[in-house]
């Protein structure tokens, strides 16, 4: 061994050991002893100096051999340990790359090294098995053929970005065909390896996964009683439907729905209990299911049979060929639900209503087209059950605007879109205006001037006619009284009101009309409220208890359209009825052809007995439609009080009606 330098107080020619690792510990030690002296401090501190001393004193020899031994011991033990690192480095990135390679290989995960141009690299076991060969073989292949990662424009663009670094990831789920013919679905990751110009492409076997994914989406999509589709899966195939004919442009491009459900459903669950209303439930189904299948609409499964829920049922005709093909299978199911059901000793007799709608694709929304179906539905059971209908625009347009109007109603009340125009009822003896009938109009932004029969009729269904009714009421009083005040030299005329029952019900009639003739002064007397004679001739309680009191205050009661409801004669001694006015059917009878022979003289003999009871019972008559004036004077001979119709006037503005009433009889 040979020294490299000399130390202190050492002889020259000296030979002085190398400092080992143990001795650079000791040192070490040493210096974590004496931390002064490590910081550069080298000495303890001194005592304090005497006054008038100033700044440190100087090192002594001693001092200044130690502090320069410190520094090269730790020069030397700094060098050793960079020499150490570096080879332990060496070492560790060995051994480390080794159980790297050994892990990848090992590995349960299928992976691959792939390089920037997609080329596999290298690839482990479990690759190779997923794969059906071996390690070797997949070596210099090109990465995405063997998992199918350019299958679709979207996948290959994003595999290609994490190739060139401009993705950080990309997964995507794939359906692999093993050489023995078995597929298996896995999952394809490909992300950049950090640190190196290398991609990790890995793959996972997930096919117990889709599995149970597909077992569960089943449960989800099906109806657990008949098996059938439920409504989720139906609108889903539905939409798929519309969409794949709006954009491949095969098929026919039409679309078919045939829309059912039980009738009578509700009896068998209440009388049966439920349990045998899903056996029956389950039967239709299958039958439903066979009527489709016979009729060949299965093919290219271009169709689908759903529960929508409850006793709804849909049959889907993808790529229809038309009304034609709808119709034939509605007759068919039809007539397979007609046939009796043996279930569990029980035999069951039901029927069903379709509604059938057929049109094109293009343009048609899984929305509009139940809509539409749902409302056909409506339609044929509302036309007597136990048949098919199928959709028509026209009628469809007026249910539209009847539920326009129905919606608009209310607030057209409170916007004054209403108006009142008059016709007169004029004595057959005199020909004097005696009294009007107030009609009702309703000026329509979007549908113009509209009669009464185009929405009375709703207003009564969602009870706006209550609020629309007093208003009319209190309108006709009021222009009754204008016309007494404003000609006073005349006789005042009554006017006519329409009630509906519903306002008898639904609100304090009485009260109303007491309320509404103080505020516009007309004497009762000249007030008519006009009811129904169905409406009428039913009447109990407090409908009947209504009447008596408007007949007590001096209201006149009037039965509309008499001789077309229940006709009961027995009534009329109990009703507080003033006036009955023959329906329109009866005066268009009285028609005379040109040698003045009566068409149906039985007509003419109902209503000359009808007045002559009228008469009897303290009662007038008012003829309606009265158009000619042959029809006028046969109607004034059989003793008619007073006509209405087209030959005196129609329906006109009030200023119209005040010229009338001032007239003399002739000018009428």
């Known amino acids: ?60 020899p001693a001092q200044r051999r130690a502090r320069s031994l410190a520094a090269r011991a730790a020069e030397l033990l700094d060098g050793l340990r960079a020499e150490q690192s570096a ?31 997609g080329v596999v690299v290298a690839a482990n076991d479990a690759l190779a098995e997923l794969l059906g060969t071996d390690p070797a073989s997949l070596h210099d292949q090109d990465a995405a053929d063997l998992v199918d990662l350019a299958a679709d424009n979207r996948g290959r663009h994003a595999y ?64 657990p009683v008949t098996r059938l589709p439920n409504r989720t899966l139906f609108f889903e195939r539905l939409t798929a439907a519309l969409e794949a004919s709006a954009y491949d442009g ?5 679309i078919g729905i045939c829309y059912l459900d039980l009738d009578g459903f509700k009896a068998v669950n209440d009388t049966l209990g439920h349990r045998v209303g899903d056996r029956l439930l389950s039967a239709v189904a299958g039958r439903l299911t066979e009527c489709a299948d016979q009729a060949g609409y299965a093919r290219s499964g271009g169709h689908l049979v759903a529960r929508l829920g409850g006793d709804e049922f849909a049959v889907l005709v993808e790529d229809s060929t038309g009304t034609e093909q709808l119709a034939e299978l509605a007759r068919s199911v039809l007539h397979a639900l007609q046939r009796p059901f043996d279930l569990a000793g029980q ?46 625009p026209e009628r469809n347009a007026h249910r539209m605007t009847r539920q326009a109007l129905s919606s608009t109603l209310r607030p057209a009340v409170e916007r004054g879109e209403f108006t009142l125009e ?47 009714g007093q208003w009319v009421l209190r309108t006709a009083c009021r222009q009754a009284r204008r016309w007494q005040v404003e000609h006073p030299d005349v006789p005042p005329v009554f006017v006519s009101v329409n009630v509906a029952v519903r306002q008898v019900w639904d609100s304090d009639l009485v009260a109303d ?18 009811l129904t004679e169905s409406a009428v001739m039913g009447s109990a309680g407090r409908p009947l208890q209504a009447l008596q009191a408007l007949s007590d205050m001096g209201v006149h009661i009037a039965i509309d359209d008499f001789g077309t409801g229940y006709s009961n004669l027995a009534y009329l001694s109990r009703l507080p009825v003033s006036v009955l006015k023959l329906d329109g059917s009866f005066v268009r009878g009285f028609q005379y052809d040109e040698g003045g022979a009566h068409p149906n003289p039985a007509d003419e003999t109902i209503v000359e007995a009808l007045v002559q009871l009228a008469h009897r019972l303290g009662l007038t008559v008012t003829a309606e439609c009265v158009e000619s004036a042959e029809q006028a004077d046969r109607l004034a001979r059989i003793g008619c009080d007073t006509g209405q119709g087209w030959l005196y006037s129609r329906a006109v503005a009030p200023d119209r009606i005040a010229k009338m009433i001032t007239r003399s009889p002739q000018q009428v």
């Open 1 to 60: 061994m040979s020294g490299t330098s000399e130390g202190p107080g050492q002889a020259p020619g000296t030979i002085r050991p190398p400092v080992t690792e143990r001795h650079a510990d000791r040192i070490s030690g040493a210096l974590a002893e004496r931390p002064a002296e490590r910081a550069g401090n080298p000495l303890p501190e001194h005592p304090r100096e005497p006054r008038g001393q100033s700044g440190p004193p100087p090192d002594s």
């Open 87 to 117: 080879r332990y480095a060496v070492g560790r990135g060995a051994a480390e790359l080794s159980d790297y390679r050994a892990a990848f290989n090992a590995a349960h995960l299928a992976m691959a090294i792939v390089d920037r141009e």
């Open 160 to 223: 290609r970005e994490v190739l060139r670094g401009a993705r950080d990831r990309f997964r995507c789920t794939r359906r692999l065909k093993h050489p023995d013919g078995q597929s298996l679905w896995a999952e394809v990751t490909v992300a950049p390896v950090p640190d190196s110009s290398s991609v990790l492409l890995s793959v996972a076997d997930i096919s117990d996964r889709r599995e149970l994914q597909a077992r569960l989406r089943h449960l989800q999509m099906h109806d």
């Open 250 to 254: 095969h098929g026919t491009g039409r």
């Open 347 to 392: 035999r069951l007799s039901v029927s069903a209503s379709i509604g059938v709608v057929e049109r094109a694709s293009a343009g048609t929304t899984a929305t509009g087209l139940m809509q539409a179906a749902d409302t056909t539905l409506y339609w044929a059971k509302a036309d007597g059950k136990a048949r098919w209908t199928l959709f028509d």
């Open 422 to 468: 008059y016709q007169p009822l004029v004595g057959m003896a005199d020909g004097v205006v005696h009294g009007v009938e107030a009609l009702v109009r309703w000026n329509h932004p979007q549908f113009g001037m509209l009669p009464p029969n185009r929405f009375i009729g709703i207003a009564e269904e969602d009870g706006s006619v209550v609020q629309l």
């Open 513 to 530: 009309v007491a309320e509404i003739l103080a505020e516009t002064q007309l004497a009762p007397h000249l007030l008519q409220l006009e």
